[in-house]
């Protein structure tokens, strides 16, 4: 009886021929009517499914129609409570399916592996289950989330018409005890008169989609290929990153290979202005340094994921896909990495996508790179000409004016809009024709043209004097396309900054600068003088020859004139193998006195730096004496007007000259005067050497000896020589030349090479031969300058 039953469902499903249908009529005759009734129903609701199917389905090609009718029509044909029907998304191994919730239409996405329907989906075996909690496959959290209680289950794999598994429908508490053969059969019935509408309908839904999409690229295309603008692109491309693929913010790191790090100014959905780290640090950097793809499903199950950094801002990072855009080179120039695909973890046809996104975005970039590096080569050439002291003005190849700078416009009293596109032999007329001429000469020669110090007459009456250099310019074919005029002011100014500069500090220079011409005027002040002197540099010039006396002297003023320039000093002249420098002109500082003193010591170190140098070239030692002297003298510019000198004349250069005189009669490397005893402060050493009387002077003067260049090994035992030395003196001057002698003795005791100490042991031996006259004070006159 049921295969006559299973007939009849097959006559009314397909089309039987008359024998067939006879013999199911002969059957039914032996039939009761309450069951005929029951079995023909059951077929009607079958086929009345399959019509419904047929009239209410094939019609449509969108997915959002198709399953929630599919799934109304299973659950009413097999009055169940619920059904959903699953189709499998390859790209992600996924089972996903379209419910109607609130009037709009939901995507809810399950792996393909997971509970009852995956497992049918997985086996291609179907379930019917009387009971889900007993089902181990069963989750049941999702009863108690829902508030809805499974009591029995019917699922079964859909296929397409080859029989390859596309998917699976499940139903759920069938309202008149549990599911059965008939169901399952009518459920695959269904299904499978429904498996060439969901065919089509995906299918549609993918050329669809994927019309969006080339619509999409070619938009986002269009957009990237119109900015120029590197942040305003970099934000475009994460827009653009995170609307293709469906996420929910993007990043694009870029590669600073001056720092090797990867950077962006753009982290959307973050507020920040640029962030920077190591090019191969964390997720972005490994994606760089590889120049491979990441696609992480799961961020925090990732040991390279940061999560420092959801913590800090409150973002949760679910999923990760990570890129490096290459350009047309093949070389690496950044990551794009785009965060929490909403749906699930990125598929395959993500990182497509973001493949095709990524070259656009390698070109775009590049482009805008290259626009920056424009407008920075503009704007570095702009700042060049901005910031020279010297005029600038460009010239077309019809000898129009293109471009002025702000010194050439304030140089020659101009406006830009008095000489932008004028002709130059327009704007430099009458007296100035002289820049036409230099122009000519250019255009004639190909070299260029340098007039100097002319006098350029300006438009207010007055005049300036320029030095003129008129250059060629040539494009990178070696063509003519202008030429550049250079205007340097030779005021009074600049001729002092060049001049005073070889003798001076910049500082002291700029300050001179601002004082203008009344500090160069005369002026008695207090200074310091320094003289320095190579002794015996007659006998080494000799035995030098010129060119190693030159050789000589150069090397030893260079390192002479960067200490006294080193402490604010003015090098004032060079007397042969001399040297003059002048500590408080033209401006005072408290430190004068101190900083001639730091002068004097560190020359005589560098001597001895000097003369270890010169013996490791097999050449000869030079000694050095310093005297200074600090008082009063007349500073300023003294001569003739065609040649003038700022110096300083009066008695304390003149005993400054006799000091260092003074040096190699008491064999002492630096005496200094008492003034600059007292004026110096710190750790300064001096003993006293003598009181002597100079030539063309009746007062006499104390003088020192500066201590502070001599080492223990320059000078052994200093305290205790200098100890003896002191009593020895005050005994001298007491006329007790034994007691002298024997003071004096003992501090060569200590110190041998003690010259002074020697010089009064024979002093004071004269004078207890011949003892002085009564009023003798102790002086001692210098017999020689």
Known sequence: MADQFGLIGSL????????????????????????LVAKVGGLLRRVSALMQ????????????????????????ALKTERGTLFLHDPDTNELFSRVVQGGQVDEIRIPATTGIVGSVFTSGEPLLIDDAYADPRFNQEVDRRTGFKTHNILCAPLRDKVGTIIGATQVLNKRTGNFD???????????????????????????????????QMLEVSSALSSELQIGPLLAKIMRATTEVLDADRSTLFLFDPKTNELWSRVAEGVETKEIRFPANAGIAGEVFSAGRTLNIPDAYADPR?????????????????????????????????????????????DEHRLRALSAQAAIAIENAQLFDDVLNVKNYNESIL???????????????????????????????????????????TGANGWVMASVRNVQASGATDLVYDTEMQLGDGTKVSLNLTCAPLIDIKEQSIGCMLIFEDISREKR????????????????????????????????????????????ISES??????VSLLNEYFSEMADIIFAHSGILDKYIGDAIMAVFGTPFQNPADTDNAVSVANEMLVTMRRFNRARAERNLPAIEIGVGIATGEAVAGNIGSPKLMNYTVIGDTVNLASRLESATKFYSASLLVNALTVEKTKGDKRYREIDLIRVMGKVRPAAIYEGLNHHSDETFPNMAKTIAAFERGLRQYRASDFAGAIRSFETALEHNPRDHPSRLYVERSRLFRATPPPDDWDGVWTMAEK
Do not use: W
């Open 12 to 35: 009314l499903e397909e089309r039987g021929d008359a024998e067939q249908i006879e013999g199911v009529l002969g059957t039914l005759a032996q039939f009761n009517t309450a069951e």
């Open 53 to 76: 199917v047929y009239n209410q389905v094939t019609n449509s090609l969108s997915l959002d129609t198709v399953l929630p009718h599919l799934v109304d029509i299973v659950t009413r």
């Open 181 to 215: 053969a008939e169901d399952l059969s009518l459920l695959e019935a269904i299904t499978a008169q429904a498996s060439a509408v969901l065919e089509n309908a995906r299918l549609f839904e993918r050329v669809e989609k994927s019309r969006r999409e080339e619509a």
């Open 305 to 349: 994921f940061n999560r420092e950094v959801d913590r800090r801002t409150g973002y949760r990072t679910r999923t990760i896909l990570c890129m490096p855009i290459v350009n047309k080179g093949g070389q690496r120039i950044g990551v794009t990495q785009v965060l929490n695909k909403r749906g699930g973890p990125f598929a395959a046809t």
């Open 386 to 428: 901005k910031s020279l002291s010297n005029g600038v003005i460009t010239l077309d190849t019809e000898d129009r004016i293109i471009k002025a700078n702000e010194a050439a416009l304030r140089v020659l009293k101009l406006s830009d809009e008095d000489i932008h596109n004028q002709r130059v032999d327009q704007v430099f």
């Open 496 to 539: 002092i900054r060049g001049t005073m500069a070889r003798y001076m500090t910049k500082e002291i220079v700029d300050k001179l600068l601002e004082e203008g011409e009344s500090a160069l005027g005369g002026a008695s002040q207090e200074v310091s003088i320094l003289f320095s002197d190579i002794r015996q540099f007659t006998t």
């Open 544 to 549: 030098l020859g010129a060119r190693g006396t």
